[in-house]
């Protein structure tokens, strides 16, 4: 019999999910993670977030930086969110919460599943668990390169860019067409372009344009 093996991120020790996880014979080891919370066998990243902790996420501007990070790993991921997103304590419109959702969805291909307790996001890990194990499973992991569309590559490099987020690439790409010509726009050309003012423009140019110096 083959054991799941989920690698937990440090912080999620206080949770209680992978003392859970162990009692249900999963092989739990702990490590620093540079990208979400657990990694099942190797294959999948999940990315736990309660309810409040997602909507805390979208107000300072800390899901899409996780999302860049998930991003960046060549594993599959997946954002599980423990609660409901739109019953918290925090005073945020439902509409952004929507807008975020979609975003993960769409912009940044992310998938979100829900989840009502802690219980049913043990269970979810450990069906994630058996069905990347299976030869014929829903997640069977493919031999070669994943394919990857030439407009989602410079779209994810764009949103690397200071004071770019996803919208922000789109526009920019819809504009200039092509990424040498953002990279060679000049301050006036890149501030027309809605949602980047003169302060953004300069970080942009600067972006490209500032030499680092190594001794």
């Known amino acids: ?7 937990c991120d440090f ?13 249900n014979k999963v092989n739990v080891s702990f490590s620093s993670l540079f990208a979400g919370d657990y990694i099942i066998n190797d294959q999948i990243i999940v990315e736990r977030k309660t309810a409040e902790d997602f909507i805390q996420s979208i ?9 860049s990070k998930l991003k960046n790993d060549s594993r599959r991921v997946l954002i599980l969110i423990e609660g409901n997103p739109y019953k918290t ?5 439902s509409q952004a919460v929507k807008g975020a959702i979609l975003s993960l969805l ?3 291909q992310i998938p979100a599943i829900y989840s009502q307790s802690i219980e049913t996001s043990i ?13 014929n499973g829903y997640l069977r992991t493919y031999k070669g390169n994943k394919p990857k569309k030439i407009k989602s590559q ?19 790409l819809e ?10 726009a000049t301050v006036d050309e890149l501030k027309k372009i809605k949602g980047i003012g003169k302060k953004n423009a300069k970080k942009i140019v600067g972006f490209f344009s500032e030499t680092t110096n190594k001794k």
């Open 106 to 108: 769409t912009a940044w």
């Open 154 to 172: 410079r779209l994810r490099f764009l949103q690397g860019i200071p004071s770019t987020g996803p919208t922000i690439a789109g526009r920019l």
């Open 175 to 184: 504009n200039f067409g092509n990424i040498k010509s953002i990279v060679n």
């Open 1 to 7: 019999m083959t054991i799941i093996k989920i690698t």
């Open 11 to 23: 912080r999620e020790k206080h949770s209680g999910i992978p003392k859970l996880l162990a009692d």
């Open 89 to 93: 304590e925090h005073k945020i419109n």
């Open 59 to 67: 107000m300072d501007n800390r899901l899409f930086e996780q999302c």
């Open 123 to 135: 269970e979810l890990l450990l069906m994630l668990g058996k069905q990347s194990l299976k030869e």
